[in-house]
């Protein structure tokens, strides 16, 4: 598996471009669905996790799951960490904004451009989950106010023995940050956070969560009626070559809902993609239950082009 991992790094060096702390990269190929390349971060004395995340701009578990073995509150220095800086694009048209919520990122593809920025973002927790849809933005709001919907007043009020206020107005106290875009006619949002802890994991309320910087600059960059789709795809897979196949894991929503690893059911597209090699769907159900969030690599594969792969269906529309 290392060897696996190294030779991507290898494959990569005239690979499309990537900038580590622009997190943008360049598709030179709008076949090829593999971008960026695996970086390293060598600890150092008054590292920890969440200040390591923010330093490559990527998510708190992303980064974990990348480093299995390690734990994240005993760190030394010297410790080599892996960063998940090389990725496969999902199954999603190259347009506007893409989330998927298994990987906890979000993809922006700017109009007329042969670019793509990355970035990590917070999600549903388990009962307040992000739902899987098609939408736009139909408003930009800058300093916007938070209205805590019934719920979460009640919540707040049993928890803290005081009622919450209708309208948070924009300030520190305000979770939804400086920057906020609408989705739709729909309660969901892009926003910012006033907490450093949580970009990269589930927990918010359903709506997207991005740290303060990077909702900053896609506030900026998109424009109203910018196409949102948000999708849900754990294994994402690609041909790098008519004889090279990588597959990509993540931890899938399910598994939080306490589905076990094993019981997986492979997709149709899955099971293709690996052929009815019964080593390779053994190798990709230890992927499931060990997920890097990485490109590795798997034996030569049955289809010539990226056309015959698999692709998913289609999200709700919002």
């Not at 347009?95 to 917070?122: Q, T």
């Not at 930009?140 to 106010?145: A, G, S, V, Y």
């Not at 906020?180 to 969560?209: D, E, K, P």
């Not at 900053?216 to 109203?224: A, I, K, Q, R, S």
Request: charged fraction near 25%.
């Amino acid at each position: 598996m290392k060897n696996a991992v190294l030779f991507l790094v290898s494959l990569l060096i005239t690979s499309p471009t990537f900038s580590l702390f622009a997190k943008e990269y360049t598709l030179d190929d709008q076949k090829s669905r593999l971008i960026g390349s695996v970086t390293y971060h060598t600890v150092k004395k008054g590292d920890y996790f969440q200040k390591i995340a923010e330093q490559y701009d990527i998510g708190f578990l992303a980064l974990m799951e990348s480093n299995p073995g390690i734990d994240p509150t005993r760190l030394k220095p010297g410790m080599i960490l892996t960063i998940p800086s090389q990725m496969i694009l999902p199954y999603a048209e190259r347009k506007g904004i893409v989330i998927n919520l298994s990987e906890l990122r979000l993809y922006y593809f700017p109009e007329d451009s042969n670019k793509v920025h990355v970035f990590p973002v917070g999600i549903g927790k388990i009962g307040d989950s992000t739902p899987t849809l098609i939408s736009s933005v139909s408003e930009k709001r800058h300093k916007p106010d938070w209205y805590p919907t019934q719920d979460k007043r009640e919540e707040y009020e049993r928890e803290h023995g005081k009622p919450m206020a209708k309208v948070i107005p924009a300030g520190p106290d305000n979770p939804l940050g400086d920057h906020a875009l609408r989705l739709g006619q729909s309660v969901y949002l892009i926003h910012g956070t006033n907490q450093r802890f949580g970009i990269g994991m589930r927990v918010s309320s359903g709506c997207i969560r991005m740290y303060p910087k990077d909702i900053e600059w896609l506030f900026n960059e998109v424009d109203l009626g910018t196409q949102v789709k948000i999708i849900d795809q754990p294994i994402k897979m690609t041909y790098q070559a008519p004889d090279m196949r990588l597959i990509e894991v993540h931890s899938p929503l399910s598994l939080e809902n306490h589905q076990q690893p094993s019981l997986l059911p492979f997709s149709e597209g899955v099971r293709n993609f690996l052929g009815n090699d019964p080593h390779l769907l053994e190798l990709l159900e230890n992927y499931i239950k060990a997920p890097k969030g990485i490109p590795m690599q798997v034996s030569p594969g049955s289809y010539a082009n990226e056309e015959d792969a698999p692709k998913v269906e289609q999200a709700e529309t919002l």
